[in-house]
């Protein structure tokens, strides 16, 4: 490599009003819809943007550390079919994720590092890994 790598000069600021900050450092938009809270776990420094909907009243959604889940996405959890009946299943986001805008989300597990691009729709119980 011939050069040196700059840091960017620009400082990227967010409006604290709409978000609510979390002790773990997450922000969460006021403007997204998070369905079963209880259900849902936030590992730290996230950043969910507005008119995400996160379906925790489906089944347990466990978000990473480092992720950003940009605006007007769906996160909810696989579903799956067991003696007749439909059952969702647990869905694991894993650290370091980027999931674009207007993309959803429906896989079992997505692994560390793994990067959403915009309109994307992840199929009922898929498994996004970095190859």
Known sequence: LHGTVEEPTAKIYFDAKSYIQTKLGNKISKKSILYGSSKIRVLGKTIVEPGVIIRGDLATVDLGKNCIICENSVIRPPDQRFQGKTMFVPLKIG?????????????????????????????????????
């Open 95 to 131: 650290d370091h994720c980027i999931i674009e805008s207007n993309s959803v989300v429906q896989a079992a597990k997505i692994s560390d590092y793994v990067h959403v691009g915009k309109n994307c729709v992840k199929e009922n119980g898929a498994c996004c890994r970095v190859a």
